[in-house]
Protein backbone atom coordinates (compact mmCIF):
# COMPACT_ATOMS: atom_id res chain seq x y z
CA UNK A 1 0.00 0.00 0.00
CA UNK A 2 1.36 3.38 -0.85
CA UNK A 3 2.77 5.17 2.33
CA UNK A 4 0.96 8.04 2.09
CA UNK A 5 -2.80 6.66 1.70
CA UNK A 6 -4.14 6.93 5.75
CA UNK A 7 -7.17 5.13 6.31
CA UNK A 8 -9.44 7.22 6.12
CA UNK A 9 -8.40 8.13 2.76
CA UNK A 10 -8.76 4.27 1.87
CA UNK A 11 -12.76 4.52 3.28
CA UNK A 12 -13.36 7.69 1.22
CA UNK A 13 -12.09 5.52 -1.97
CA UNK A 14 -13.77 2.20 -0.98
CA UNK A 15 -17.07 4.38 -0.44
CA UNK A 16 -16.83 6.36 -3.79
CA UNK A 17 -16.86 2.80 -5.06
CA UNK A 18 -19.71 1.13 -3.50
CA UNK A 19 -21.48 4.40 -4.30
CA UNK A 20 -20.73 4.29 -8.05
CA UNK A 21 -21.40 0.86 -8.40
CA UNK A 22 -24.42 1.25 -7.22
CA UNK A 23 -25.42 4.07 -9.06
CA UNK A 24 -24.45 1.96 -12.08
CA UNK A 25 -26.67 -1.00 -11.25
CA UNK A 26 -29.25 1.57 -10.70
CA UNK A 27 -28.83 2.81 -14.37
CA UNK A 28 -28.85 -0.50 -15.72
CA UNK A 29 -32.30 -1.54 -13.90
CA UNK A 30 -33.98 1.71 -15.04
CA UNK A 31 -32.72 1.24 -18.92
CA UNK A 32 -33.59 -2.34 -18.77
CA UNK A 33 -37.00 -1.95 -17.21
CA UNK A 34 -38.07 1.63 -18.00
CA UNK A 35 -36.46 2.03 -21.80
CA UNK A 36 -35.56 -1.22 -23.71
CA UNK A 37 -38.57 -3.15 -22.48
CA UNK A 38 -40.42 -0.22 -25.27
CA UNK A 39 -37.63 -0.09 -27.06
CA UNK A 40 -39.09 -1.39 -30.82
CA UNK A 41 -36.90 -2.93 -33.31
CA UNK A 42 -37.73 -4.06 -36.75
CA UNK A 43 -35.66 -7.05 -37.86
CA UNK A 44 -35.65 -7.79 -41.67
CA UNK A 45 -34.80 -11.15 -42.72
CA UNK A 46 -34.64 -12.98 -46.61
CA UNK A 47 -35.95 -16.48 -46.82
CA UNK A 48 -35.07 -18.58 -49.79
CA UNK A 49 -37.75 -21.11 -49.79
CA UNK A 50 -37.14 -24.22 -52.51
CA UNK A 51 -39.70 -24.63 -55.08
CA UNK A 52 -41.46 -21.23 -54.43
CA UNK A 53 -43.52 -19.99 -56.99
CA UNK A 54 -42.49 -16.87 -59.07
CA UNK A 55 -46.21 -15.26 -57.93
CA UNK A 56 -44.83 -15.45 -54.34
CA UNK A 57 -41.40 -14.41 -55.12
CA UNK A 58 -41.18 -11.13 -52.12
CA UNK A 59 -43.76 -12.40 -50.30
CA UNK A 60 -43.78 -10.14 -46.68
CA UNK A 61 -44.88 -11.83 -43.53
CA UNK A 62 -44.69 -9.86 -40.48
CA UNK A 63 -44.13 -12.24 -37.46
CA UNK A 64 -44.89 -11.11 -33.99
CA UNK A 65 -45.15 -12.92 -30.45
CA UNK A 66 -45.39 -13.04 -26.91
CA UNK A 67 -47.06 -9.85 -26.53
CA UNK A 68 -48.13 -10.98 -22.67
CA UNK A 69 -51.06 -8.20 -22.21
CA UNK A 70 -50.70 -7.48 -18.27
CA UNK A 71 -49.25 -6.73 -15.78
CA UNK A 72 -45.95 -5.57 -17.27
CA UNK A 73 -46.59 -5.04 -20.93
CA UNK A 74 -49.59 -2.33 -21.71
CA UNK A 75 -52.10 -1.84 -23.97
CA UNK A 76 -50.71 1.65 -25.34
CA UNK A 77 -47.27 -0.42 -26.21
CA UNK A 78 -49.35 -2.87 -28.26
CA UNK A 79 -51.08 -0.08 -30.45
CA UNK A 80 -47.44 1.04 -31.23
CA UNK A 81 -46.49 -2.42 -32.45
CA UNK A 82 -49.80 -2.81 -34.70
CA UNK A 83 -48.65 0.52 -36.03
CA UNK A 84 -45.13 -0.35 -37.16
CA UNK A 85 -46.24 -3.92 -37.95
CA UNK A 86 -49.01 -2.20 -40.37
CA UNK A 87 -46.54 0.20 -41.68
CA UNK A 88 -44.53 -2.52 -43.47
CA UNK A 89 -47.49 -3.10 -45.93
CA UNK A 90 -47.17 -7.22 -44.97
CA UNK A 91 -48.64 -9.70 -47.08
CA UNK A 92 -49.37 -11.88 -44.13
CA UNK A 93 -49.33 -11.79 -40.23
CA UNK A 94 -48.21 -14.36 -38.38
CA UNK A 95 -48.84 -14.43 -34.35
CA UNK A 96 -47.32 -16.88 -32.68
CA UNK A 97 -48.46 -17.14 -28.80
CA UNK A 98 -48.62 -15.55 -25.63
CA UNK A 99 -51.52 -13.08 -25.75
CA UNK A 100 -51.48 -13.21 -21.89
CA UNK A 101 -49.39 -13.68 -19.01
CA UNK A 102 -49.39 -16.27 -16.02
CA UNK A 103 -51.17 -19.34 -14.39
CA UNK A 104 -54.37 -18.14 -13.27
CA UNK A 105 -57.70 -18.45 -14.99
CA UNK A 106 -58.59 -14.94 -14.29
CA UNK A 107 -55.58 -13.54 -16.45
CA UNK A 108 -56.75 -15.17 -19.94
CA UNK A 109 -59.35 -11.92 -19.81
CA UNK A 110 -56.93 -9.46 -20.80
CA UNK A 111 -57.37 -11.17 -24.24
CA UNK A 112 -60.41 -9.08 -24.25
CA UNK A 113 -58.56 -5.87 -24.16
CA UNK A 114 -55.59 -7.62 -26.57
CA UNK A 115 -57.76 -9.19 -29.04
CA UNK A 116 -59.51 -5.65 -30.42
CA UNK A 117 -56.22 -4.10 -31.27
CA UNK A 118 -54.72 -6.85 -32.58
CA UNK A 119 -57.93 -7.09 -34.79
CA UNK A 120 -56.30 -3.60 -36.23
CA UNK A 121 -53.45 -5.78 -38.21
CA UNK A 122 -53.83 -5.34 -41.47
CA UNK A 123 -52.38 -8.06 -44.41
CA UNK A 124 -53.42 -8.82 -47.97
CA UNK A 125 -53.76 -12.03 -47.15
CA UNK A 126 -55.06 -12.17 -43.31
CA UNK A 127 -53.86 -12.44 -39.73
CA UNK A 128 -53.29 -16.28 -37.98
CA UNK A 129 -52.57 -17.54 -35.41
CA UNK A 130 -51.52 -20.12 -32.92
CA UNK A 131 -51.46 -20.42 -29.24
CA UNK A 132 -48.83 -20.52 -26.69
CA UNK A 133 -48.59 -22.22 -23.39
CA UNK A 134 -49.57 -18.87 -21.34
CA UNK A 135 -52.41 -18.75 -23.00
CA UNK A 136 -53.44 -22.81 -22.12
CA UNK A 137 -51.84 -22.45 -18.60
CA UNK A 138 -54.76 -19.40 -17.88
CA UNK A 139 -58.04 -20.46 -19.96
CA UNK A 140 -57.36 -21.66 -23.39
CA UNK A 141 -61.01 -21.55 -24.36
CA UNK A 142 -61.18 -17.84 -23.13
CA UNK A 143 -58.14 -16.87 -24.95
CA UNK A 144 -59.46 -18.61 -28.07
CA UNK A 145 -62.93 -16.97 -27.17
CA UNK A 146 -61.53 -13.94 -27.34
CA UNK A 147 -59.29 -13.67 -30.48
CA UNK A 148 -62.19 -15.22 -32.80
CA UNK A 149 -64.56 -12.67 -31.45
CA UNK A 150 -62.23 -9.57 -33.17
CA UNK A 151 -62.18 -12.28 -36.18
CA UNK A 152 -58.23 -13.41 -36.32
CA UNK A 153 -58.01 -16.83 -36.61
CA UNK A 154 -56.85 -19.62 -34.65
CA UNK A 155 -54.89 -22.71 -36.15
CA UNK A 156 -55.07 -25.45 -34.04
CA UNK A 157 -53.71 -28.36 -35.82
CA UNK A 158 -55.19 -26.81 -39.17
CA UNK A 159 -53.50 -25.45 -42.39
CA UNK A 160 -55.11 -22.92 -44.76
CA UNK A 161 -53.80 -22.66 -48.53
CA UNK A 162 -53.11 -19.18 -49.93
CA UNK A 163 -53.44 -18.94 -53.70
CA UNK A 164 -51.97 -16.08 -55.89
CA UNK A 165 -52.62 -17.25 -59.41
CA UNK A 166 -52.34 -20.69 -59.92
CA UNK A 167 -49.50 -21.07 -57.22
CA UNK A 168 -49.87 -22.08 -53.36
CA UNK A 169 -48.21 -21.68 -50.32
CA UNK A 170 -49.55 -23.48 -47.40
CA UNK A 171 -49.87 -22.19 -43.92
CA UNK A 172 -50.06 -24.74 -40.81
CA UNK A 173 -50.54 -24.25 -37.11
CA UNK A 174 -50.06 -26.14 -34.02
CA UNK A 175 -51.22 -26.45 -30.75
CA UNK A 176 -48.82 -25.37 -28.44
CA UNK A 177 -46.48 -28.02 -27.54
CA UNK A 178 -46.20 -27.59 -23.58
CA UNK A 179 -49.90 -27.14 -22.80
CA UNK A 180 -51.75 -28.08 -25.91
CA UNK A 181 -51.82 -31.46 -28.18
CA UNK A 182 -50.09 -30.47 -31.38
CA UNK A 183 -50.63 -32.60 -34.51
CA UNK A 184 -48.41 -32.16 -37.24
CA UNK A 185 -50.40 -34.34 -39.90
CA UNK A 186 -53.17 -33.37 -38.74
CA UNK A 187 -52.57 -29.96 -39.91
CA UNK A 188 -51.04 -30.60 -43.42
CA UNK A 189 -54.03 -32.55 -44.09
CA UNK A 190 -55.49 -29.78 -46.22
CA UNK A 191 -52.17 -28.90 -48.17
CA UNK A 192 -52.65 -29.29 -51.72
CA UNK A 193 -49.42 -31.58 -52.69
CA UNK A 194 -46.31 -30.47 -52.09
CA UNK A 195 -46.34 -27.26 -51.60
CA UNK A 196 -43.86 -24.95 -49.71
CA UNK A 197 -45.41 -24.76 -46.31
CA UNK A 198 -45.42 -22.53 -42.74
CA UNK A 199 -45.56 -23.77 -40.26
CA UNK A 200 -46.32 -21.23 -36.87
CA UNK A 201 -45.50 -23.45 -33.35
CA UNK A 202 -44.92 -21.00 -30.16
CA UNK A 203 -41.99 -23.31 -28.83
CA UNK A 204 -39.12 -23.04 -31.22
CA UNK A 205 -36.80 -26.24 -30.14
CA UNK A 206 -39.13 -28.75 -31.77
CA UNK A 207 -37.68 -27.87 -35.18
CA UNK A 208 -35.55 -30.70 -34.72
CA UNK A 209 -38.83 -33.05 -35.41
CA UNK A 210 -40.71 -31.11 -37.71
CA UNK A 211 -37.61 -30.61 -40.22
CA UNK A 212 -37.39 -34.15 -40.26
CA UNK A 213 -39.36 -35.57 -43.19
CA UNK A 214 -38.37 -31.83 -45.45
CA UNK A 215 -42.15 -31.06 -45.48
CA UNK A 216 -41.97 -27.63 -43.86
CA UNK A 217 -40.26 -25.06 -45.47
CA UNK A 218 -39.91 -22.05 -42.81
CA UNK A 219 -41.03 -22.53 -38.64
CA UNK A 220 -41.83 -19.25 -37.16
CA UNK A 221 -41.70 -19.36 -32.99
CA UNK A 222 -41.77 -17.18 -30.22
CA UNK A 223 -41.42 -18.33 -26.68
CA UNK A 224 -37.82 -17.80 -25.95
CA UNK A 225 -38.34 -14.11 -25.50
CA UNK A 226 -34.59 -14.13 -26.11
CA UNK A 227 -33.49 -14.55 -22.69
CA UNK A 228 -34.83 -10.63 -22.19
CA UNK A 229 -31.15 -10.40 -20.91
CA UNK A 230 -28.14 -11.33 -22.76
CA UNK A 231 -24.62 -10.64 -22.67
CA UNK A 232 -21.84 -10.00 -24.81
CA UNK A 233 -19.82 -13.46 -25.80
CA UNK A 234 -22.00 -15.43 -22.96
CA UNK A 235 -26.05 -14.90 -24.48
CA UNK A 236 -29.03 -15.72 -22.57
CA UNK A 237 -28.70 -15.90 -19.47
CA UNK A 238 -31.92 -18.09 -18.52
CA UNK A 239 -34.40 -19.51 -20.69
CA UNK A 240 -37.48 -21.42 -20.95
CA UNK A 241 -37.41 -25.41 -21.55
CA UNK A 242 -38.18 -25.73 -25.57
CA UNK A 243 -36.99 -22.44 -26.19
CA UNK A 244 -32.92 -22.92 -25.54
CA UNK A 245 -31.58 -24.46 -28.40
CA UNK A 246 -33.05 -21.67 -31.47
CA UNK A 247 -32.97 -18.93 -28.89
CA UNK A 248 -33.39 -15.91 -31.35
CA UNK A 249 -33.05 -14.99 -34.89
CA UNK A 250 -32.25 -17.80 -37.90
CA UNK A 251 -31.58 -20.94 -37.87
CA UNK A 252 -31.00 -23.84 -40.76
CA UNK A 253 -32.49 -27.24 -39.59
CA UNK A 254 -31.83 -29.75 -41.70
CA UNK A 255 -33.77 -28.39 -44.80
CA UNK A 256 -36.02 -26.13 -43.31
CA UNK A 257 -35.44 -22.54 -41.96
CA UNK A 258 -36.48 -21.61 -38.37
CA UNK A 259 -36.85 -18.24 -37.10
CA UNK A 260 -37.45 -17.20 -33.54
CA UNK A 261 -38.49 -13.64 -32.47
CA UNK A 262 -37.43 -12.33 -29.12
CA UNK A 263 -41.04 -11.47 -28.75
CA UNK A 264 -43.06 -8.05 -27.53
CA UNK A 265 -44.11 -8.59 -23.77
CA UNK A 266 -41.92 -9.37 -20.75
CA UNK A 267 -42.65 -11.86 -18.26
CA UNK A 268 -40.81 -12.68 -14.81
CA UNK A 269 -38.46 -9.97 -14.13
CA UNK A 270 -40.34 -6.81 -16.34
CA UNK A 271 -36.25 -6.05 -18.06
CA UNK A 272 -34.65 -6.35 -21.22
CA UNK A 273 -30.94 -5.81 -21.52
CA UNK A 274 -29.51 -6.08 -25.24
CA UNK A 275 -32.45 -7.82 -26.22
CA UNK A 276 -34.97 -5.33 -27.46
CA UNK A 277 -38.85 -6.45 -28.39
CA UNK A 278 -39.28 -7.31 -31.94
CA UNK A 279 -41.13 -7.10 -35.15
CA UNK A 280 -40.58 -9.19 -37.73
CA UNK A 281 -40.38 -9.22 -41.46
CA UNK A 282 -39.73 -12.36 -43.67
CA UNK A 283 -38.91 -11.68 -46.84
CA UNK A 284 -39.82 -14.86 -48.96
CA UNK A 285 -37.34 -15.61 -52.46
CA UNK A 286 -36.85 -18.37 -54.56
CA UNK A 287 -34.46 -20.20 -54.02
Avoid at 151 to 160: E, F, I, Q, S
Amino acid sequence: MPHNLNRRTILKMLGYTVVGSGVTAFGIHRYGTRIETEWLQTERVSIPVKHLGSSFEGFKIVHLSDFHLYPHTQIEFIEQVVRAANELNPDLIALTGDYVSGYNSRNSEAIFDLAPVLSKLNAKHGVFSVLGNHDCSTNRSVVLAGLKECGLPVLVNDGVALSRGQQTLYLAGLDDARRGHPDLPKALEKRPGEVPTVLLVHEPDFADTYSSDGTISLQLSGHSHGGQIRLPGIGAIALPRYGRKYDQGLYRVQEMWTYTTRGIGVIGPPIRINCRPEVTELTLVRA
